[in-house]
């Protein structure tokens, strides 16, 4: 194991105060589809985390009928033979089925704390949940894959987590856990759950003896991020986040359960973000990047809204230069199962 190497961090931004960049993002996440041009046809489950029981309706029937004790124990009897785990529902609220916040928040943040490899002071960013370096998994090891293609940002240590349940005074966070949050401080960047509208399941029976109801290829979901207080690197740093480089149109990243499993019958989690519009606040600073300017209460989108993005991106390579990593991690997994 590498010896321990310190994480740059700061004192977080005042969350009392408004300055800076505020608005919206709203988003497109769309699964993987040769239909639509995409290299690769993408089912993605994101789990709900309930198990559904498959029971025959005659033994339900069984059950309301019986009048005495020893009725109902030979139908209990017979039931916990016959009981058996139904497909696993894709996750859903009263709006229907879902991608929830925490799920994109989720993988937003960890690309990112993936994407930053160690600068001259140290990393950029903790590691919210993993705890960083360790022994390489062998191939066919859990994680296996996952260490291959970040290996470069894993296998150095990073440390504890950031932490401000000490109190403001003795608070200090990683860029990401600024922007982000953490334990004891609200982040500066706020995720809806993405509503699918353009989604259709299928009833997945798996080699592994799994049974999903996914989503197929070319569904789509729609939600927002709301953001306050950032500077124009840090917006830039979001949609670096979610795969987008030089149009509003990211690059193919991997979301949800079985994402690099790639020995099954369907492929799973190859998805792209999509920025369909941009709305400034009417208090927020005016967004000023590679010659254009969104003015207060403002918005983009179209052609206008992917020069945005292009010159965004281009500013946080300009500003984090070496310590940003750009990993294909689509076509990484593709290169390990080749």
Known sequence: MQPSLSVVRRKPKDRSRLEGLAGRLQLA??????????????????????????????????????RVRRELEAVVAELSKAISLDHQPFSATARGLVVPASSVKG???????LSFARGREGFRSCFIRASGAGRP?????????HYRI????????????????GGW?????????????TAGLQGLVSFSDFVGERVETERLNLPTGEKLEAVKPGSVFKGSVTFRSLEPVELGLLLYGMGLRDSRVGKPVLLGKLKYRRDLPHVFGVVRYELQKLELAPFSQPLKVDGLEIPPGGG?????????????????????????????????????EA
Do not use: M
């Open 300 to 336: 983009a989108e179209g052609e206008v809204l992917g020069r945005l993005v292009a010159g965004l991106v281009k500013l946080v390579r300009t500003t984090y230069g070496g310590e940003l990593l750009d990993v294909d991690e689509v076509g990484a997994l593709e290169h390990l």
């Open 29 to 66: 996440l769309r699964t993987c589809s040769r239909g639509v041009g995409d290299e690769v046809d993408s089912y993605l489950y994101v789990g709900s985390g309930f198990l559904r029981l498959a029971i025959e309706e005659r033994l339900l029937a069984k059950a309301r009928q019986a």
């Open 107 to 113: 993988n937003v943040r960890s690309r990112l704390e």
């Open 169 to 181: 005074e003795e608070c200090e966070v990683c860029l990401l856990c600024d922007l982000f949050g």
């Open 137 to 145: 998994p062998a191939r066919g090891q859990q994680g296996w894959r």
């Open 150 to 165: 970040w290996e470069e940002s894993l296998r150095e240590e990073r440390g504890s987590p950031c932490d401000c349940t």
